[in-house]
């Protein structure tokens, strides 16, 4: 059974970079053909894919936040991280890891970590 955990502050201030882990267990973030995904929830919207890494380190991220965002990944402790740089309060919401994206199903998720930007 994979787990996911998110991790990180519940609290960023506007113009800080947001940076979250996700640790992983039951499963290998360098297992052929999976991809990790950092997806999140704004309140009263719809669920957004942000990007992912790939099983081979590759990297995909949305258009729409690309310019802002970077995943990365440690494989020595089976961990992917997401950093998005110049956050404003539209980017609170609920974060959640995933394993699949961009094309494929997600087939297990993190329970999701709430952040606020405000100052």
């Known amino acids: 059974q994979v787990q996911l955990q998110e991790s990180g502050p519940g609290l960023v201030k506007p113009s800080q970079t947001l940076s979250l882990t996700c640790t992983v267990s039951g499963g290998s973030i360098t297992t052929n053909y999976y991809y990790w995904s950092w997806i999140r929830q704004p309140p009263g919207k719809g669920v957004e894919w942000m ?5 081979s380190g590759g990297t995909n991220y949305s ?11 440690d494989t020595s402790k089976n961990q992917f991280t997401l950093q998005l740089s110049s956050v404003t ?6 974060y959640y890891c995933a394993r699949g994206g961009p094309a494929d199903a997600y087939d297990y998720w993190g329970q999701g970590t709430q952040v606020t930007v405000s100052s």
């Open 63 to 73: 258009p729409s936040l690309k310019s802002r965002t970077s995943i990365s990944r």
């Open 51 to 55: 990007g992912a890494i790939a099983w």
């Open 89 to 94: 309060p539209e980017d609170t919401g609920v």
